[in-house]
């Protein structure tokens, strides 16, 4: 079966840089659709951050527009998230995930990764 696979949280300084990479693997993938980024700070609900459609098109919460780039290389199944400008309100696990068609003449189902932490603090 489809399984996502995140890399590349970790800590970092405000104002640093970090890039998130989300691979899927393990399945017969036909089509994958839209692609996403959320995040879930402590006490807080799982938001969106950022997402992209099989064609390019990208929306943005507004707290990251600006600062976060979402981008997708379909060769590879895999979606990134490059993070600039930092700030320790950025600290959350984030997740990644995707509408992904693994039968033929079936509906696309959504998966999601495992989550990764990144922490941004002085």
């Known amino acids: 079966q489809v399984q996502l696979v995140e890399s590349g949280g970790g800590l970092v300084q405000p104002g640093g840089s970090l890039r998130l990479s989300c691979a899927t693997s393990?399945?017969?993938?036909?089509?994958?659709?839209?692609m996403g980024w959320y995040r879930q700070a402590p006490g807080k609900q799982r938001d969106l951050v950022a997402s992209?459609?099989?064609?390019?098109?990208?929306n943005y919460a507004d707290s990251v527009k600006g600062r976060f780039t979402i981008s997708r290389d379909n060769a590879k199944n895999t979606v990134y998230l490059q993070m600039n400008s930092l700030k320790p309100e950025d600290t959350a696990i984030y997740y990644c995930?995707?509408?992904?068609?693994?039968?033929?003449?079936?509906?696309?189902?959504?998966?999601w990764g495992q989550g990764t932490q990144v922490t941004v603090s002085s």
């Open positions: 992209i459609t099989d064609i390019g098109t990208t």
């Open positions: 995930n995707a509408d992904i068609l693994t039968r033929l003449f079936d509906r696309p189902n959504h998966y």
């Open positions: 393990g399945g017969r993938i036909f089509s994958i659709y839209n």
